[in-house]
């Protein structure tokens, strides 16, 4: 009689909702399925979200960009890949984002060509005098410092060149000066037209890394004691 269980007799070690009425009961296989289709749709969500967040930096504020041709040997080389900071005119609070100085290799639309689109660097701000003369740039004058430029890529002399910088335009130049279309030939480049300042290089891999800016003495205006002391001279 030991052996006589009562019907619907639980077996000892099981537990039963009729224990506890706090006890919830789990079916795995369809926690399982329902668990995986909810981690599924985060999923989805944080795609989703990443796509959206490179659409927005893509058209507000980076941009990659290739380089074609060799006018800014040694600097960049035809094929590599560069990102572009297109915040170069935002303002939020007297912060600017990316203004535009002297050196910065610039991103714009040819002038004469708004369908292309060049890579050089800033040589001439608004507002200054530009003077190519003997393959030396001299800015109000004064000669510029170049330590971007390779004598190599600087060997045939073009003619001379005086330009005024207007504002809300900029003078720019390829740093293979024997091998670039830039503003001494075909002008100035409007404040418009630049829309972008390269900062990184993401290709070739072992060029990968910041641009370097450098740094830039800013000419100032001859005086007249410099240019009694140039005639002294």
């Known amino acids: 009689m030991f052996e006589l269980r009562k019907k619907n007799q639980i077996d000892f070690g099981m ?8 006890i919830d009961v789990v079916e795995i296989r369809r926690e399982s399925r329902h668990g995986l289709w909810f981690e599924s749709l985060r999923l989805l969500r944080d795609v989703f979200l990443i796509i959206i967040v490179f659409i927005l930096l893509g058209v507000f504020a980076v941009q990659p960009v290739v380089v074609e041709g060799t006018s ?6 035809d094929g590599e890949r560069l ?9 939020w609070r007297s912060v600017s984002w990316g203004h535009l100085e002297r050196g910065d290799i610039v991103v714009f639309w040819y002038p004469s060509d708004p369908d292309k689109s ?10 200054e005098t530009v003077e190519v003369r ?6 109000n004058g004064r000669e510029l410092a170049e330590p971007y430029i390779d004598t190599i890529h600087n060997q045939n002399l073009r003619e001379n060149v005086i330009k005024s910088v207007d504002q809300h335009y900029y003078f720019v130049m390829g740093d293979n000066r024997d091998n670039s279309s830039d503003s001494r030939v075909w002008g100035l480049v409007p404040e418009k037209y630049i829309y972008g300042k390269a900062f990184f290089r993401y290709w070739k891999p072992g060029d990968v890394g ?8 800013v000419p100032e205006p001859k005086t007249l ?4 002391a140039e005639e002294d001279e």
């Not at 003997?134 to 800015?139: E, R, S, T």
């Open 225 to 228: 004691e410099d240019l009694k």
């Open 72 to 77: 800014m040997l040694p600097q960049l080389h």
């Open 210 to 217: 910041f641009l370097k800016h450098g740094d830039y003495d």
């Open 83 to 91: 990102l572009v900071n297109k915040l170069v005119y935002y303002k």
């Open 118 to 127: 060049y890579v050089k660097r800033v040589i001439g701000l608004p507002g």
């Open 15 to 22: 537990v039963s909702p009729a224990d506890d009425r706090d």
């Open 134 to 139: 003997n393959g030396k740039v001299y800015i």
